[in-house]
């Protein structure tokens, strides 16, 4: 098979591979079991109902669970399948949840708090370990941060080289583990900080420093993206002769098509504040109009990983799932296609790089307003409602902020060239190419996904 990249990185010009000579990714997968953490997460979610749906001969789904509010994880299975993205996999096989078993432990204990018997379990029958379990808030205490994000994956790292069939080791990082690169590479880059000497100083009763602590990050924007590229580094020197592979995807926004069109149940990312500002509560950002949003559809990123876990040759590979080398979206872009979303909107943004002048326009254009709507609220005998949501968007604009303000542009040779290796069939199955967003589509799509699934607005 060959392939050609354009300098621009926008087209591939593919041979597929000869018959006979070539696996397709549901036959990789036949027989198979598999070890994912992270399911009752965003794109977990997502992972476990792809593999089940397109890889129907997977032998078995171990999945990383912990009770939860009084529930025992066989409750949080049966819930977990009680969810709208589940669907179209019951229709299809009503008996799919006992290919999924659970694995109770905790992702930040040692072995991962896991029973001896499930140990051996795990041990002698998994041969593909997807690890998409995160703490995705940036506000977390930096301790906690690590303890999740980077020993977690020291865990479950650990677990994959005691594994007798291994084949590949999949671990779920961010596009933004290095901002300090305007132009990320598919590689793994010096860490910001030393990892022992982090954990040294976590140890101390002062490891709440802020000036030691921002030292280590550099420039780093936040504790989550720190530890993402702290675990990468850790996975590089330790991951010996474990096939693995680094995923990075940008922000993952809700699903393109599978399972279901416009799919998600988080406000996190992007959604938060698109949400707000297409219904008006947000009418600032920082940044300029031609900086690029770098989003990705969840279900992209499920299906580069799944794709990627089948072809895994080498010692370590790098795969960035993002937009903007290929597909770029500019927050000007993103504004225009929302005003296609419906025709009594009119979406109006002031961009500003000048701090100052943000909390001028955020002051005027949204605190006010809001202010005095709640004042009519209140004399009305009503509740007052706007300035909470006024809170919330000042929380979701800080975490944003640097994300908006900045520009970077992702490149994806090694995602692209592995999508062009596959066969028609596994790219129709498995699509994960972004030069096939229609972002105009796709915002529309997305928006619908939010009233549907999140605003609880069915139409």
Not at 129 to 155: M, P, R, S
Not at 163 to 170: E, P, Y
Request: aromatic residues 10%; charged residues 20%; proline residues 5%.
């Amino acid at each position: 098979m060959t392939y050609r990249l354009s300098e621009c990185d926008a087209e591939i010009i593919t041979q597929y591979p000869e018959p006979g000579s070539y696996v397709s990714v549901p036959d990789f997968y036949a027989g198979k079991s598999i070890f994912l953490t992270g399911v009752t997460g965003f794109l977990g979610k997502v992972f476990l109902e792809k593999l089940l749906f397109s890889c129907e001969d997977i032998e078995t789904i171990y999945i990383l669970i912990r009770e939860k509010k009084g529930k025992t994880p066989l409750q949080r299975i049966e819930e977990l399948f009680d969810k709208p993205l589940f669907s179209r996999l019951k229709e299809k096989d009503p008996q799919c949840k006992k290919k999924v078993i659970p694995i109770i432990g905790e992702l930040s204990e040692p072995g991962l708090g896991i029973s001896k018997a499930n140990e051996e379990t795990l041990l002698d029958k998994v041969s593909v370990v997807f690890h998409a379990a995160a703490n995705v808030q940036f506000d977390k205490e930096l301790k906690e941060i690590i303890n999740t994000n980077v020993c977690g994956t020291k865990y479950v790292l650990q677990l994959c080289q005691r594994m007798k069939n291994i084949k590949a080791f999949v671990h779920v990082s961010t596009a933004y583990c290095h901002t300090d690169q305007t132009v990320l590479e598919e590689r793994v880059y010096p860490p910001p900080a030393e990892l022992s000497e982090v954990l040294k100083f976590l140890q101390q009763p002062q490891h709440d420093n802020k000036k030691q602590i921002k030292e280590f990050f550099k420039e780093q924007p936040n504790s989550y993206t720190f530890a993402k590229a702290l675990a990468e580094t850790y996975i590089a020197e330790n991951c010996g002769h474990v096939p693995t592979i680094i995923i990075r995807p940008s922000i993952i926004s809700s699903s393109l098509k599978e399972p279901l069109p416009g799919w998600l149940d988080t406000w996190n990312g992007a959604t938060g504040l698109i949400t707000a500002s297409y219904n008006g509560a947000n009418r600032v950002l920082l940044g300029e109009g031609s900086n690029i949003l770098d989003l990705i559809p969840v279900d992209f990123v499920a299906n580069l990983a799944i794709v990627a876990a089948t072809r895994c040759t080498s010692p370590l590979k790098v795969y960035n799932c993002c937009s903007s080398g290929c597909n770029p979206l500019t927050l000007k872009q993103l504004i225009s296609h929302m005003n296609h979303y419906g025709c009594d909107k009119n979406v109006s943004i002031i961009f500003t790089n000048n701090k100052p002048s943000m909390f001028t326009f955020t002051f005027l254009l949204q605190t006010t307003p809001s202010f005095t709507a709640d004042m009519f609220l209140r004399a009305t005998g009503k509740s007052p409602k706007y300035m909470k949501i006024q809170s919330k968007l000042t929380l979701a604009q800080k975490a944003l902020s640097y994300f908006t303000s900045h520009s970077w542009v992702m490149k994806a040779d090694n995602s692209r060239k592995l999508y062009a290796s596959l066969s028609i069939q596994d790219r129709q199955t498995f699509p994960c190419d972004p030069t096939d967003i229609d972002w105009k589509q796709y915002i529309t799509i997305y928006l619908e996904g939010i009233n549907q699934f999140l605003m609880k607005n069915y139409t």
